[in-house]
């Protein structure tokens, strides 16, 4: 027998099905449609079970056990055990295909939470779209036997279907204009790009693991603004679960408000992680925002000696000067080298440098001596040696308790991008790039 | 190790007390948005029409004030959602919907009520409205959506403290303090009649609005405040709801004892400033004036930005200062809509003003109790407050202050309408 014959349309809404009477074979009622369990790993999800909810009581039926599916009746089969759960315990198969939402409910012991409960009327991260939204209804369709998820609908037009309103507007509508994109169009977001963000009672009730894979293919700026827009709890989910290195480079686009809320919760050991994936300059800042015992105990963890120890050079100047704008890793090379020595150091040393717009040169005290650009270099032979290229003459440089503002004049004035930093004694402490001082401007 | 950063140089005193400063905060500023324009002319009439008489009413609206607005930071601190998104998650689409389009519709009469605050504080300085309310509706646009809002904020708070020259001038009046206190600890019961209801009303719509709950919530979920400091909030409500209390308190002794024996019917700022007479002699229009403008223009700004806030969070739209109209159109058109209506409905020659204040005051005291009960819900819901729900005291007091709201509401509107 054909579960969906009364049933005239292939796609489905969530709203317009819960409260649909569930009845017997034999014609005593169970209770009403109240939500559904769908099998998450499946990247458009089939529907496993559907939950209602008799004398307060939730129950759950196995999908195999429904004869007949329409709008104005669910019929179940007389042999059918209703099972009374909050959950649906999850079937461990071999794993062909991921999508989104399966990720996030690998595991040993997990109980799949009912599809409404984490995704209607929740905030849900568009990966696609790359921004928060709110479900307003989910969309289903049937097919063959099965009844599969395939939307999330964000739209004016669920909106309106949730409040009972579809009838009159649409008559509205379509006496005030008959081709209005709303009749036809909803704005929906296609089930593989759904990432639900479960609340504080499903994380604790299901143990869910969430890994994230696919907030990892995300811009760490994208991240950031979708981080800005969640809720705390859900905030600290999502970031708690990034490795270090996207941590520390997401962190750096958050919001400055935002960056120490973030860390609070995290143990230092797993904060000073983050720390040494980030800019020196930007973790210094973001150290100072954090109480001393706290900064204490993070750089304490730092297991980088040089960068634990350039961090704390960079916390004793203050904020505002460009001691506190400046990072202290920055390309140094002896004026003895050649051409071919430093492109060496630079393909060695990349990921520990800000900037290579600019080679600083020092001496044995090192002290500066010389710049040179790395376009001055690029256009020199192979073999040159440096002093004899470098700027030695007028060396543009700046102590490091000159105010912010000053600093910002100053490579204006010169049109430079960065600008190395030293002490009283021509010792080179680091540089300040034009994106430091340009987010100082900015804000 | 140590790191040897300025912050060492700074005691340990002094950084507690700039941590709780930065802590305390919402509940103080909403505390100062409870004496609007409304409220002024709420207490004023209050003292001046009744005296000393139903002072009481305060107390038990105080009380009820901490308790909702503890609930609510607490809310916003444990969830770190505002009560519009947690409203929506619980209750779901349609009750939210039908909530908050309700809610709108008191906070555009509450709009108009501060636009009115600022009409009447522009005709003390002899002020046309029709000058003073399109500007002063510019103004209020151009600085919430383009100006940086927080360091206005601030001036307004200072702004705020021009109310306190009631208590000052509470002293020089030297009232029966004897009086003051037994009219206090003492309710006559017997003496409220039919007359006093819509005062009572008032004293508790004007102090205990929907919009501030959402208001307080959303301040507190933006300045981010740990659970590890609960306890600061706590204080932070007490200390601004007393504070509240206190010029309250003296708004209406003034007005008690300065207006009420001569049998002046307070009918517009003007009467109202009588009040103020003992401190600032002749200028004492001018104080009030200044006063009332800053309550209302602070009031207005605020408010209108509140309401969009909530509409946004509860539907799902985008919304902030921050976002263009293209991404938030949803937000920008509530909130420059809700300031053009607000402003515009002042203007109207021949509006019976009064009459639209009445009935967003009624929708207010309707909507009220509804909003409570939400937050009480939501308050025992473990799912949004883990191990932070009420105790069954708390919910024991909220029960009884929702009966008690309702006790007083329902014979209040049934006489307004008859």
């Given amino acids: 027998m054909e579960i969906f014959k009364d049933l005239i349309d292939i796609t489905l809404h969530f709203s ?19 939500d559904y369990f769908i099998d998450y790993e499946e990247i458009y999800p089939s529907v496993l079970a559907i939950q209602f909810k008799r004398s307060g009581v939730l129950f759950y039926i196995l999908w195999e056990e429904i004869i007949s599916f329409s709008y104005q009746r669910i019929i179940i089969k007389k042999e059918a055990f209703p099972r009374r759960s909050r959950t649906f315990p999850k079937t461990l198969k071999a794993k062909t295909v991921t999508s989104i939402l399966a990720n996030q409910f690998t595991g040993p012991t997990v109980e799949y939470p009912p599809l409404g409960q984490i995704v209607l ?82 994380q604790k009730s299901v143990r869910l693991n969430l ?64 720390i040494e994936n ?58 003895e080298m050649s051409k071919g020595d430093v492109l060496a150091i630079i393909q060695k040393n990349h990921e520990e440098v800000a900037s290579f717009h600019d080679i600083y040169i020092i001496d044995e005290g090192h002290n500066l001596i010389g710049t040179l650009s790395l376009q001055e270099l690029l256009i020199h032979k192979d073999d040159a040696v440096i002093k004899d290229i470098m700027n030695d003459s007028d060396i543009k440089s700046l102590k490091a308790n000159t105010h912010w503002k000053d600093v910002a004049d100053y490579m204006n004035k010169y049109s430079m991008i960065t600008v190395p930093i030293v002490s009283e004694e021509n010792e080179l402490l680091g540089m300040v790039s034009v994106d430091d001082v340009l987010d100082r401007l900015l804000s | ?77 444990v969830s770190g959602k505002g009560l519009a998104d947690l409203i929506r998650e619980k209750f779901g689409l349609r009750i939210t919907f039908y909530s908050l389009f309700f809610l709108l519709f008191a906070d555009l009469g509450n709009t ?47 702004g705020c403290s021009v109310f306190l020259t009631y208590i000052v001038s509470g002293f020089i009046i030297a009232p029966n303090w004897h009086e003051v206190a037994r009219a206090i600890a003492t309710p006559n019961l017997h003496s409220i009649t039919s007359k006093d209801l819509p005062i009572m009303v008032g004293l508790l719509g004007t102090s205990i609005t929907p919009w501030m709950q959402f208001y307080l919530q959303s301040a507190v979920v933006e300045k981010g405040i740990s659970t590890k400091h609960l306890w600061h909030s706590k204080v932070d409500v007490i200390v601004g709801c007393t504070l509240m209390l206190i010029v309250t308190f ?16 307070v009918n517009d700022a003007k009467d109202a400033a009588i009040a103020l007479r003992p401190i600032a002699g002749q200028y004492s229009s001018i104080l009030f004036g200044i006063g009332l403008f800053n309550a209302s223009f602070f009031a207005a700004a605020i408010l209108p930005l509140a309401a969009s806030y909530y509409i946004c969070q509860g539907m799902g739209w985008e919304s902030g200062v921050d976002r263009s109209f293209k991404e938030a159109p949803h937000f920008f058109t509530v909130f420059t809509s809700m300031i ?59 029960y009884i202050l929702v009966m008690l709201m309702l006790l007083l509401n329902i014979p209040t509107i049934y006489f307004s309408f008859h």
């Fill in chain 2, 112 to 158: 108009m009520a501060e636009f009115a605050g600022i009409a009447s504080s522009g005709e003390i300085f002899g002020l046309s409205r029709t000058i003073t309310v399109p500007i002063c509706a510019a103004l209020v646009w151009l600085l919430v959506l383009k100006s940086d809002y927080k360091s206005v904020e601030r001036i307004f708070i200072i």
């Fill in chain 1, 121 to 202: 009327d929740k905030q849900i991260v568009d990966t696609h779209g790359k921004k928060v939204v709110r479900v307003n209804d989910i969309q289903f369709i049937t097919a063959g036997k099965e009844l599969r998820v395939t939307h999330a609908e964000v739209g004016m037009r669920s909106f309106v279907r949730r409040l009972n309103l579809e009838g009159p507007i649409d008559f509205f509508v379509r006496a005030l204009s008959p081709q209005a994109k709303y009749l036809t169009n909803d704005t929906t977001i296609n089930w593989k790009y759904v990432h639900a963000i479960p609340n504080r009672n499903i």
């Fill in chain 2, 1 to 77: 190790m140590k790191i040897e950063n300025k912050k060492k140089i700074i005691s340990p005193l002094l950084i507690k007390l700039t941590l709780f400063l930065s802590i305390v905060g919402p509940g103080l500023v909403t505390a100062n948005l409870d004496n609007d324009a409304g409220g002024i002319a709420t207490y004023s009439m209050a003292g001046a029409q009744t005296g000393y008489r139903l002072m009481w009413v305060l107390i038990p609206v105080t009380i009820a004030l901490i308790m909702f607005q503890e609930m609510s930071a607490r809310m916003g601190i």
């Fill in chain 2, 250 to 265: 003296f708004i209406m002794i003034c007005c008690a004892a300065t207006i009420y024996p001569t049998g002046i019917v």
């Fill in chain 1, 278 to 335: 980030m800019d020196t300059d930007d973790a210094a800042d973001l150290l100072n925002e954090l109480d001393e015992e706290k900064a204490d105990a993070i750089i304490s963890n730092i297991d980088d000696l040089e960068i634990q120890e350039e961090i704390q050079e960079l916390l004793e100047h203050d904020e505002d000067s460009a001691g506190g704008l400046m990072t202290s890793e920055i390309l140094e090379v002896s004026a």
């Fill in chain 2, 340 to 398: 053009v209506i607000g402003g515009a409905m002042t203007l109207i020659p021949g509006i019976d003003l009064f009459k639209i204040l009445l009935y967003s005051q009624v929708l207010n005291g309707l909507l009220i109790p509804i909003v409570v009960l939400f937050i009480i819900n939501l308050c025992n819901d473990p799912d949004v407050m883990g191990e932070y729900t009420n105790s069954p005291m708390q919910n024991f007091i909220s």
């Fill in chain 1, 211 to 274: 890994t994230n894979e696919d907030l990892k293919e995300l811009h760490p700026a994208d991240l950031a603004d979708i981080l800005e827009d969640l809720d705390s709890h859900g905030r600290e989910m999502i970031f708690s679960n990034l490795d270090p290195k996207l941590a520390a480079e997401t962190l750096s686009e958050v919001d400055e408000d935002l960056q120490a809320s973030l860390l609070i919760n995290e143990n230092p050991e797993k904060v000073a992680e983050i």
């Fill in chain 1, 16 to 34: 317009s099905t819960v409260g649909i009477p569930i009845m017997n074979e034999d014609g005593s009622k169970l209770g009403r449609l109240h």
